[in-house]
């Protein structure tokens, strides 16, 4: 990969005028292609002022000649910095790239200005979810200090900015964390473009520690997963039996709801002497789950029921699901619904799974393999568990008397 070359140059047009002063270009060239860029200057450049070295370009006895190399290095230090963004991401930039950081040249030294050119243009792919939350991280900045350059990055700012989103805006210890973790990301990256030292990066969050309250695992008892199984509804609220029988399918599979969408026929196996398994990897961590499906009678129905067409390589029909934020509040409307008085979201379906095999004596590698954890203490035999050990170790757990 070539990647595009900059330069400065005086009159590249080579015309002669009256006056005797040109304008000053960008000269950038991407695969043989070049194209100027006209820098905004106070006065234009006579040859005899012209020295054309970096950082040097025009020479003192100009009267302006510390404000126009300050300019030219501004423009030029715009795109090498989106040059090696880029580079570091192995792409290339486009001519719009570049020409749209000059535009905004001027705030070359901004880090409010940075983080949102890398919001604009992300080098990496962003989740839908994530990339709201880099939006409200940088939204929050701008509220707290409209311009803050990078030579005012230090802990103390740091810790202010910490402050002013607990106390000014009372957000929760988790939303900041997760605002934060965007944060490090950007000044990551400022550093990795030579904006930042590497020493700058590692000291201005050394000292910050965000209290987050550990959330309360809530999930449904044996008893209300009946309840749930065995609701009926009325016949204008088939959406919400559909988004019950999915709730239902991630507690029998302790699968979170984007695990369940993505889920892949390839990963949906059949034991020849037991039935359905799933032997697939959490789209969180990507670690692998094998999940003995067949414990549980309603399973095998509740996927034929939205089974997808037999060209999708997905388990299931992509019109069964909703945006997550719509599933959650429909899931707390089906628990009103049911007298369920707890609040139930995805989340809670996972919990209720890990639950119900822990409290029926699962040991622990086996539960550890079919929920797909990736931390040491629950995963230290994680490697000694393989897919006869799990039906083994479920053998003795008999759902259908139980009633789920």
Known sequence: MNLPTTAIVLNWRKGINKSGVYPVHLRITIDRTTKYDPIPLLQNISLEQWIGEDDNWVRNTHPYYFEINTKIRERKQAVQNLIKRYSLAGRMPTFSDIFAVLKRSGQSNSFNAFFAEYIRRPTDKLEPDTFKKYKACLEHLNNFKKEIYFQDLNPELIEEFYCYCRDVKNLQGSTIDSYFNAFKKVVRLARKAHMLTKEVESELFEDLHIAVKKAKRSFLTIEEIKVWKNYRFKKDET??????????????????????????????????????????????????????????????????????QLESPFVF?????????????????????????????????????????????????????????????TTKNYYKVDVMEVIDGTNHIDFKKIGI
């Open 317 to 377: 029909d992509r019109k069964a699901f909703l945006a997550e934020a719509v599933y959650n509040r429909q899931l707390k409307q089906i628990a009103t619904k049911m007298g369920i008085h707890k609040e139930v979201s995805n989340r809670t379906a996972r919990h209720s799974n890990a639950q119900l095999w822990i409290r029926l004596g699962t040991n622990r590698p086996v539960v550890s393999r079919m929920l797909g954890h990736s931390k040491e203490e």
């Open 239 to 308: 959406h919400l039996e559909r988004d019950r029988d999915i709730f239902l399918l991630q507690v029998y599979t302790g699968y979170y709801y984007k695990d369940m969408i993505n889920l892949k026929k390839e990963h949906l196996v059949k034991d020849h002497q037991h039935g359905y398994m799933i032997v697939g990897n959490r789209t969180k961590n990507n670690e692998q789950t094998m999940i003995p499906l067949f414990k549980f009678p309603e399973a095998a129905s509740i996927i034929e029921k939205y089974k997808a």
